[in-house]
């Protein structure tokens, strides 16, 4: 069963106040199955926190439908089943870590002794134990992050939808975000998330939407990816010219040489046990053999330079043309 | 009335966000500044009023209520915006809003949040006020007790009012948009009949629709009443106190209608 549909949404801001549209979102639809980890990708401003939004009715989008665990739009029922991490973490400033936990338990009408386990055990979890009668207006960035983390986590959800939940987070609390990400997928729940930090989406995520242009331009299932046998192989070689055993149709073919080395790229082990010993036949040396892993992160920044042309490569031709221009 | 029936008028998150909201204003430097300067006026119209011979009562009661009044109200325009924008600014709101509360429950509960603290800060300074008039051996009046209850339904009006122009508009303009409903609220029915007299037709047409719109406020004030213990008309209160709340009403139902169709950022 889909916990989450989007169908063709679309959502525009008016830009001025002379109406003329921006278009953000332009007819995007995705289906989330119960379970699943979803990662949303996409260059900023692509619109991942506007799609959010949207999901959870703070935006009203300008046409297409939002359903929610089978209901149309965001109903309070669906609403005491999703926990909601924003790309700001919104907390009262005058408030300590306890007493805002108290606050989003008590918003979700939850039972007093609930609130009270609950709020102990997320305070340990997110490493807020001894900071909890510390008032939110002197917390670190990182520190309230992990109190967004935490009342996201508060009504137990079925649902989590994070906004760029590794934001401002040093690398243990990183690798603690992964750890709990990971055990709450074992748990069964559902997770949409957005990031910019490939690697910490490829660990958790069985699905990638990239978007772009206001729709998902490609969707990946990360699983099929990686069952994928054959991965291709990079070999060095030296002390012979291995160009003749190149072989571009069968899938060897020359990528690199320079003098005394030479690297082939084979697709598939087959391939590469061949070359292997074939090189050693004719007397020449195998310095190193490399996997070549699918880089989730180069597909990234490869669909997006072809999908937007005022993504981030011209973004950064502008900022140098700009350093030109001060230093002559 | 699809928000309503959706919505107890007292359901549980309003309260919810009530209570946070009273919580926020204690913290408030601007409410500590304005009871402190409330507190002044009235101790110096009793320190400075032997000046005017006779009149010492007289001005006692005028400027004691005045402040009740005057300072409620300054503290739903300084204190209520500062509030509703906070939400605004530092992502509060979808925080809020993204948890089962509606926009009607948030519109409801801030509403509530901001009425009880002014009224508890109207009530502290009837308070001093009494103590006042107690040192002063001025005469209590009933009408002194009808102006100040009057004082607490205006400043439940003019939070609606707030709430209504926060629903669509920024921190400091619902703030000055509430501030002129004030003080044309209170001078709509002088214009409606300085029109009737002297002005010309297109002036007569804006003082009549102004009238009709703006809060009528000056039924509110009977400070002259309790300064010189006139009697008030029979019926007087009672009609007064529906009038403000139909209006409060009304207004509260208007900014749940336009903030529910709001994008919330
Ligand atoms: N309230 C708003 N009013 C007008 N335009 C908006 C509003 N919110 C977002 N936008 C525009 O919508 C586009 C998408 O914004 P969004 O915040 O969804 O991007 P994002 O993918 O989350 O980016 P980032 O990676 O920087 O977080 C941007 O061009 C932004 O300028
Ligand atoms: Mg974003």
């Not at chain 1, 007819?27 to 989330?32: E, F, N, P, W």
């Not at chain 1, 490939?198 to 699983?223: F, M, N, Y």
């Not at chain 2, 948890?99 to 801030?110: A, E, N």
């Amino acid at each position: 069963m889909n916990v989450l549909e989007l169908d063709k949404v679309s959502k525009s801001f008016a830009k001025g106040l002379l109406g003329r549209k921006h278009r953000v979102l332009g007819g995007l639809s995705l289906q989330i199955e119960r379970g699943e980890v979803f990662g949303l990708l996409g260059h900023n401003g692509a619109g991942k926190t506007t799609t959010m939004r949207v999901i959870l009715g703070l935006l009203r989008p300008d046409g297409g439908e939002v359903t929610l665990f089978g209901d149309r739009g965001a109903t309070r029922r669906a609403l005491s089943r999703i926990g909601y991490l924003g790309d700001e973490t919104g907390l009262y400033p005058h408030l300590n870590g306890g007493e805002m936990l108290q606050f989003a338990g008590e918003l979700f009408r939850l039972a007093p002794h609930v609130i009270r386990s609950r709020r102990n055990s997320l305070l340990k979890a997110v490493g807020l134990a001894e900071k909890r009668e510390v008032k939110i207006s002197k917390y670190s960035k990182g520190m309230r992050q992990r109190l967004g983390i935490a009342i996201a986590l508060m009504n137990d959800p079925e649902l989590l939808i994070l906004d760029e939940p590794y934001s401002s987070l040093d690398p243990v609390g990183r690798r603690q975000l992964r750890k709990l990400l990971l055990s709450l997928k074992q748990k069964g729940k559902t997770i949409l998330l957005s990031s910019h930090i490939v690697p910490d989406v490829e660990a958790v995520c069985d699905r990638v939407g990239i978007l772009s242009g206001g729709t998902i331009q490609k969707c990946l299932s990360l699983k099929e990816i990686y069952a994928q046998k054959t991965t291709p192989v990079e070999v060095t070689v030296s002390g012979i010219d291995p160009r003749p055993l190149a072989d571009p149709v069968r899938g060897v073919s020359l990528v690199f040489q320079n003098p005394g080395a030479f690297v082939l790229r084979c697709e598939g082990r087959g391939l590469m046990k061949q070359l292997v010993s074939s090189v050693y036949e004719r007397g020449g040396d195998v310095l190193e053999i490399k996997p070549l892993k699918f880089s989730l992160e180069d597909y990234l920044l490869e669909t997006l330079t072809a999908a937007s042309a005022d993504g981030a490569d011209t973004l950064a031709t502008e900022i140098e043309e700009l350093i030109h221009a001060h230093s002559s | 009335m699809r928000i309503l029936a959706n919505s107890p008028m007292l359901s549980f998150p309003a309260m919810t966000i009530a209570r946070y909201t009273i919580k926020g204003y204690i913290k408030e430097r601007v409410l500590l500044a304005v009871l402190v300067f409330g507190f002044l006026l009235m101790i110096s119209s009793y320190v400075l009023s032997p000046l005017a011979v006779g009149a010492q009562q007289k001005i006692i009661i005028d400027v004691g209520l005045a402040s009740v009044s005057i300072f409620g109200i300054l503290l739903v325009v300084l204190m209520g915006a500062g509030s509703y924008s906070r939400e605004r600014d530092k992502g509060i709101l979808p925080g809020i809003l993204a948890k089962p509360v509606s926009r009607v429950d948030f519109v409801l509960g801030k509403f509530l949040g901001t009425w009880i603290t002014v009224t508890v800060v109207t009530l502290c300074m009837a308070l001093v006020f009494s103590g006042v008039m107690l040192m002063s051996r001025t005469a209590f009046n009933g009408t002194i007790f009808v102006s100040v209850y009057l004082s607490g339904l205006e400043v439940a009006l003019i939070t609606a009012v707030l709430s209504f122009f926060s629903s669509f508009t920024s921190p400091l303009l619902s703030s000055l948009f509430t501030l002129c409903v004030f003080i044309a609220g209170h001078f709509s029915a002088d214009l409606l009949e300085f029109a009737r007299h002297f002005g010309g037709t297109g002036f007569k047409i804006v003082a009549t629709a102004g009238y009709f719109v703006l809060p009528n406020l000056s039924l509110f004030n009977v400070r002259s009443e309790a300064v010189h213990n006139l009697p008030l008309m029979d019926g007087f209160v009672g009609s007064v106190t529906i009038y403000g709340v139909l209006y409060t009403i009304v207004l509260l139902f208007l900014s749940a209608l336009i903030f529910r169709r709001k994008d919330v950022t």
